[in-house]
């Protein structure tokens, strides 16, 4: 008898990112400042330092020591991953049974219910209304009315842009019985973090990541930062040695660079602001073709009615977004890669309107 995948397994795919080689690359909301040279010599010298024949800090002492004094909490509520992607997988399948049910919200980050499934969770899905807000009230009946033991969402989302301010998560928390897991991938770039009142809940766990602002994506560092009770939980079921010494090393040095990393995201925040500007001029002029959502993150989504040909369009020019049904997310780049593909979109969408 040949062996056969199990019915969770059988039909995956592999994330599929673009690939190949584009000049200008729009797609992935990284940061598009590298680290200075100066840092970077400083992270050569501390490289020295790694007892590279011995396992790493299992708790990410200095890692999460810094990360602590960056933000203003607790280190002890601070527990080090892979990404946050390590600890959307830790939690669906530690903190959910088979059957158990999983609440997510549409659109958001698409990964959620994936990791759910690994889970054999079932999924249950708050549809966010027609400008792609949410309507806190309704959630919160929907979450009750489900029965769901976890609610996880992206604030400010990814792909919509779009925030949900602290006093309404704050509601969210207090009015259900569920752990609610808030990813706040993009809050560096907003105002509206709970961080700072994480642990006056007994059901809140907050995502962070140094691959957005931090400019770190290729280490993938991660953190998960909850009340102790929590926190012990979350220590108890990762890997013992999750995180490698040399990216405790490199996050360490970045966090304890805070001016270097201010003046970064204001670049960044200046960025998309410019880039979100281009956008709505060319709103202006081809009402048709393009809405540009506000922004509170590194990128901008627009809603265009022939997505899918500008996407290629643009793909054809070397310039790569990312392409999601009838819109396109657009990650803030330099001055001049905003300036080409603001020329290159203009092209193709006058080009669109006036066959």
């Known amino acids: 008898m040949p062996y056969m995948l199990n019915n969770k397994l059988k039909d995956l795919q592999p994330y599929d990112p673009i690939a190949g080689n584009y000049s200008i690359r729009l797609d992935a909301n990284e940061s598009f400042l590298e ?104 959630l919160i009946v929907q979450v009750r009315e489900s029965g769901a033991k976890v609610v996880l969402f992206s604030n400010p989302c990814n792909p919509t842009s779009l925030g949900l301010r602290r006093e309404e ?8 019985s569920a752990l609610v897991v808030l990813d706040e991938a993009y809050m560096d770039f907003w105002d509206q973090s709970l961080l700072g009142e994480v642990a006056q809940y007994d059901n809140l766990i907050i995502l962070r990541t140094c691959s957005k602002a931090f400019g770190m994506a290729a280490i993938r560092l991660g953190f998960a930062v909850a009340n102790p009770t929590l926190t012990r939980t979350l220590r108890a079921v990762k890997s013992p040695y999750n995180v490698n010494a040399i990216t405790q090393k490199m996050g360490a040095l970045v966090m304890r660079s805070p001016e270097l990393l201010h003046r970064a995201l204001d670049e960044i925040i200046l960025s998309r602001k410019a880039l979100q500007a281009g956008l709505k001029d060319l709103e202006t002029r081809y009402p048709e073709q393009m809405y540009v959502y506000d922004s509170c993150t590194n990128f901008v989504l627009v809603r265009m009615p022939r997505a899918k040909e500008i996407f290629e369009g643009l793909l054809s020019k070397g310039i790569a977004v990312r392409f999601m049904g009838d819109t396109l997310r657009i990650t803030a780049g330099s001055e001049e890669e905003n300036a080409q593909l603001l020329k290159n979109l203009e092209s193709l969408v006058s080009s669109s309107t006036n066959p």
């Open 169 to 176: 998560v704050r509601k969210l928390i207090t009015s259900v």
């Open 35 to 138: 680290l200075p040279m100066e840092l970077l010599e400083k992270a050569q010298y501390s490289m020295a330092d790694v007892a590279f024949n011995r396992y790493p800090d299992p708790y990410a002492t200095e890692l999460c020591e810094s990360f602590g004094a960056y933000y203003g909490v607790d280190p002890a509520l601070v527990t080090a991953g892979n990404g946050s992607d390590e600890w959307l997988f830790i939690i669906a399948t530690s903190f959910l049974m088979r059957g158990d049910k999983l609440l997510t919200v549409e659109p958001d980050f698409s990964m959620y219910r994936f990791y759910g499934s690994l889970a054999e969770a079932e999924s249950v899905v708050y549809k966010k209304k027609e400008d792609l807000s949410i309507d806190v009230d309704d």
